[in-house]
């Protein structure tokens, strides 16, 4: 079992900028390829950017691709999720979890376990 933290989240106006971190207990963030996921009230939970395993690959969903940055500090044990130019339509929940490669999603990975933190929100406003 892998367990993830994430912190960050907030308030803030469209354009506005937050950096989502997501650390890990008992685990090294290194051993897996990782992604943010996030999910609004009545929908899925989305997979918007995963980095993989080396941190050489990034990946990211058109909705957030030249806004959001994921990063990881090996050092730290840390993973990032840099947004930038946030948009009302970026409110929700968002997640960090260890991801495996998957064909049939999107981006060609999804969660490993069925296992999610607690979240932290992001709220955008006009």
């Known amino acids: 079992e892998v367990q993830l933290t994430e912190s960050g989240g907030g308030s803030v106006q469209a354009g506005g900028s937050l950096r989502l971190s997501c650390t890990a207990s008992?685990?090294?963030?290194?051993?897996?390829?990782l992604g943010w996921f996030r999910q609004v009230p009545g929908k899925e939970r989305e997979g918007i950017s995963f980095?993989?395993?080396?941190?050489?690959?990034?990946y990211y969903a058109d909705s957030v691709k030249g806004r959001f940055t994921i990063s990881r500090d090996s050092a730290k044990n840390m993973l990032y999720l840099q947004m930038d130019n946030l948009k009302p339509e970026d409110t929700a929940m968002y997640y960090c979890?260890?991801?495996?490669?998957?064909?049939?999603?999107?981006?060609?990975?999804?969660?490993?376990?069925?296992?999610w933190g607690q979240g932290t929100q992001v709220t955008v406003s006009k």
């Open positions: 979890a260890p991801v495996g490669s998957d064909p049939n999603a999107e981006l060609g990975f999804s969660a490993l376990f069925n296992d």
């Open positions: 008992r685990t090294q963030l290194d051993d897996f390829a």
């Open positions: 980095l993989s395993r080396s941190g050489r690959n990034t």
